[in-house]
């Protein structure tokens, strides 16, 4: 099993989820994130004054799959939430090494 971390785009969330479900993914979670990449933020002008913003509103969708959907869902999460300008998002993947649903207590595969 691995799991999938990927930073996105906030407005890509809803295409990057559809995808996701056309694939045969459903469960995952989303947590609103900031940060900065390469692009290290922007600057703007409020009230007359500039100033740096140095993190920017990202979106984190995490999910768990067996190993056969892994590269499926990471083409999937690329297609659908890539947009071509810098900012874009990054994946990360990472091996699990158990899981377990608490409801019945099954476990790894059986679990996610």
């Given amino acids: 099993m691995k799991k999938i971390e990927a930073i996105i785009k906030p407005f890509k969330l809803q295409e990057v989820k559809d995808a996701l479900s056309e694939i045969g993914i459903h469960g995952m979670t989303v947590t609103e994130v900031k940060g900065f ?30 190993d056969n959907l892994v590269q499926q869902a990471i083409d999937t999460i690329i297609k659908a939430a890539k947009t071509g300008k810098i900012g874009d998002g990054k994946i990360f993947i990472s091996a699990v090494a158990e899981a377990y649903r608490i409801r019945t207590g099954e476990r790894d595969e059986n679990a996610v």
């Fill in 37 to 66: 990449g390469r692009q290290k933020g922007h600057t703007e002008i409020y009230r007359g004054s500039e100033y740096t913003v140095d993190f920017l509103p990202k979106v984190k969708i995490e999910t768990v799959l067996p």
